[in-house]
């Protein structure tokens, strides 16, 4: 390992450590965010690890005229991001140390807010709000959307257990002599999910954390790079199981350390938030895929005390307990309807002398349905959007053990059409409900044209939220089921286009999305890129 460049200004402010491989397109964009911090960023540290690209060059030359820059080059490749993370660390001179991976970015601020609030408090750890920001569309989705939405300074992790949502270890200001002292370091070479167990570690340490409510890191994702980031190359089953390991031996920090309270508010977690992320995708793998994931998820959870899985959310822990109640992958669609945001139970409905269950042949008690907030239901509204001149959505709300009843019968149910790449809904449209067998059905006229007129040329997509309102107000809010029987493909003709081409589809967690392409230009660009997919498809079975 060797450094280049000048001299840092001295041991003042922050620096910030960005790890770089194979990522010259990208690199100078994410050292340039760091540099134009301001004077609360007293140095950057680039570290190389062994780039086989232009990325080194990238880093040198700017170099030549950022005083603050110093490249840290690895000779050779880590196989992960923990190793060049400690690297940068070990070269950091600055009282206080973040990091910035190579295609993200700082927003203008973010330094100078998280500097200013772990001075003012004396902390060890200043954590603020991240995004990620879907590109090239660029839709911000907020990162763990409950937590920093207020100042706050805990005296330690156990005060605020719900910190450990956030795993990340980028959208956090750390002060150096802490990590040190401590011996704090990132799991060398080749570790998937490596930030889950440095982020344990830390907390396991009992830190004081400031919170400031700014963003202060913006995540990019980009699904249609070439390499996708760990966290969107899910259809491996080892990507559950490295995140299984990582997850394991973040308990074992908590437990290290005798933090027996964090290392079950870990576990909780995990059925809160892991277990959901990757059961919502689970019906749409292959067979093979199913089996192995159910396997290595029932052994895991084994391991967890019964408490650990009741303090979890329902829905999330019903999920958890059908998995654990059954040997084999089962009722796949229904725990995937489960798992989503929000959740959905959909039929049938079964009970047994304590109350309601998971199925007749499985009694899997759904504890604490009684009790939830009308507004938390996990209601389930079937929906087909019928494309002609005037589309026609259908819905059909299914009744929840009396509890749609009992919070008063929903007379009508509200819909957005809200942009996929960000945005305020373009169109709402108000369904009348009707009593029916087992719920409520309705309909409602949607003016398609209208909804693409709105969005502009190209081709849309637009998701879809539904809102009951019932006797007593605002009832629950959730997304659409999509319905087999409304996902068909149509062209619409129209004044304003010419032809518009619909189309109703299924997102993997089950929702009802739509797609509109405005024109013959536009109709001609979807059909030409599902041919230039399907031609793929054909030549990587060829080889």
Known sequence: MSQS????HG??????????YNDAELVGDAVRSALSQGPAVAEVVAVDDCSSDGTAAVLDQLATTEPRLRVVRRTENSGGCGTPRNDGIAAATSPYVMFLDSDDVLPPGAVEALLAAAEEHGTEVTVGRAVRRELPGGRDVRWQPGLYNEA???????AAPELLHDTLCVNKLYRRDFLNDRQLRFPDGKFTYEDFVFTARV???APRVAVVPELVYIWHV???AAQVSISLARKDVGNWQARIAAHTKAVEAFRAADRKGLAAACRTKFVDYDLCLYLRELRVRDAGYQADWWRLTRDHLASFE???VAAAAAPARWAAQVVLASDAPRDLDRLSQLAADP?????????AGSGPVWADDLDV???????????????AVDAALLAGRRGILKLRVHELYGRLAASGAPASADIEFVPRDGGESALTVTAPLRPAEGGWSGQVPVSLARLAAAGGRGTQIWDLRVRLNTGSGRGPRTTLRAKASGLRRTAVPGSRYGVLLVQPYRTSSGSLAVRLAPGVQGAFGVVGGKLRRLTRTVRSRRR
């Open 5 to 8: 460049s000048a001299t840092p």
């Open 11 to 20: 041991p003042t402010g922050v620096s910030v450590v960005v790890i770089a």
């Open 152 to 158: 706050a300074v805990h005296e330690s992790p156990e």
């Open 203 to 205: 907390y396991a340490a």
């Open 222 to 224: 980009r699904r249609a």
């Open 306 to 308: 019964a408490a650990e």
């Open 343 to 351: 959740a959905r139970l959909i039929p049938p409905y079964a009970t």
């Open 365 to 379: 008690p759904l504890d604490g349905l009684d009790v939830l907030p009308a507004e938390r239901l996990p209601v």
